[in-house]
């Protein structure tokens, strides 16, 4: 394969189906014989609080971390799909939080410039227990209501997936990534 260099995320609140989505990508891209790698949600992996009960030492690790593990799979692998983004953690900070941390505000802006594309997942449905993320919907909406205050905050272009598309999600989030990563087409003689 001789395509472009990418890093695409998906972002939106949990229990979405941005995982589901992202190893659809992957496998599509994949048949297409893309040299790629996943960035898996880092807040499954945490060894401190997530959720409701997190505090700001566990979600400045998980963004660190998600940046740790981006820089890796980008220096192995030409494509790098992620299942959520800086800004996705960053979010979670700031409802821990209550309020903006310069230091990660700076940190997390300059970040999101190495995505070459964002896809936002619409919250649908309230989330289904799976033992690891926050089952409460009202958690899950105050999570994508403040992901998209943060995003028209700092005007983020992003692929906005609609809610009654859901069946063609796919089809669309493989043609934007194909454009990114695929290879230029020859002109014709």
Not at 25 to 32: E, H, N, Q, V, W
Not at 39 to 48: C, D, G, K, T
Not at 173 to 187: D, H, I, K, N, T
Request: some cysteine; glycine content about 6%.
């Amino acid at each position: 394969m001789n395509g472009r260099r990418a890093k695409i995320a998906f972002i939106g609140t949990h229990g979405v189906g941005k995982t589901t989505l992202c190893y659809g990508l992957a496998a599509r891209l994949k048949r297409r014989d893309v040299a790629l790698d996943i960035v898996h949600e880092v807040a499954r992996r945490s060894p401190l609080p997530i959720n409701e009960t997190t505090t700001a030492t566990a979600q400045r690790w998980i963004l660190l971390t998600q940046i740790a593990e981006e820089l890796v799979a980008a220096a192995r692998y030409p494509v790098v799909l992620c299942d959520r983004s800086v800004l996705d953690n960053y979010v979670y900070l700031l409802l821990a939080t209550g309020r903006a941390d310069p230091t990660f505000d700076r940190l997390v802006g300059d970040w999101l410039a190495t995505y070459d594309l964002l896809v936002y997942v619409p919250c649908f449905a309230a989330p289904a227990p799976d033992g690891v993320r926050a089952a409460d919907p009202e958690f899950q909406r105050a999570v994508d209501l403040r992901l998209n205050v943060e995003l028209a905050a700092r005007d983020v272009p992003v692929l906005r997936l609609a809610d009654e598309g859901r069946a063609s999600w796919l089809d669309l989030v493989e043609r934007e990534a194909w454009q990114r990563v695929g290879s230029p087409q020859l002109e014709l003689l």
